[in-house]
């Protein structure tokens, strides 16, 4: 059994958060409103300044990245801006540790609310938030103009 560790991201991470980063971004491209919230998500130019600004949590397996999460505050509301398991270590509990403990940050920060965002059929970012009993609150639709 499999037991997800998370803890506070460390200088020591930069790597790794890139490379999970990139493996995100790279697995958003293909999906409905992928490259919208590309570009409203510009790629982190310096994970070392994001750790020491942000909430950045990193889940582990045997001392190896596997998974992280980032989480903003601001004016009472705590938002995951970005959270991302790598596919072979899914399905065992990573990503509900990290939400876990993304609320729990939350909570310690005096944040009265935590929202996260998903992609359109995006069921198992979905079904994340929904096992930490976080619902759909606002659904935005959009279309290109430029068409």
Avoid at 40 to 50: A, I, S
Avoid at 80 to 103: C, M
Avoid at 118 to 127: Q, S, Y
């Amino acid at each position: 059994m499999i037991d997800p560790a998370v803890r506070a991201a460390e200088p020591t991470d930069v790597r790794e958060l890139a490379r999970l980063e990139a493996e995100a971004r790279a697995a958003v491209v293909d999906q409905r409103g992928g490259l919208r919230w590309l570009d409203e998500h510009p790629l982190t130019p310096d994970w070392g300044t994001r750790i020491g600004t942000d909430v950045v949590l990193v889940a582990s397996l045997d001392g190896v990245p596997v998974g992280y999460l980032v989480l903003t505050v601001a004016d009472r509301v705590a938002a995951v801006d970005q959270v991302w398991v790598t596919p072979g270590a899914r399905e065992v509990g990573f990503g509900d540790a990290l939400l876990e403990a993304a609320l729990e940050r939350a909570r310690t920060a005096g944040c009265d609310v935590l929202e996260g965002t998903a992609l359109p059929g995006d069921r198992n970012t979905k079904n994340l938030y929904e096992r930490a009993g976080i619902v759909a609150r606002l659904i935005t639709v959009s279309t290109r103009l430029d068409r």
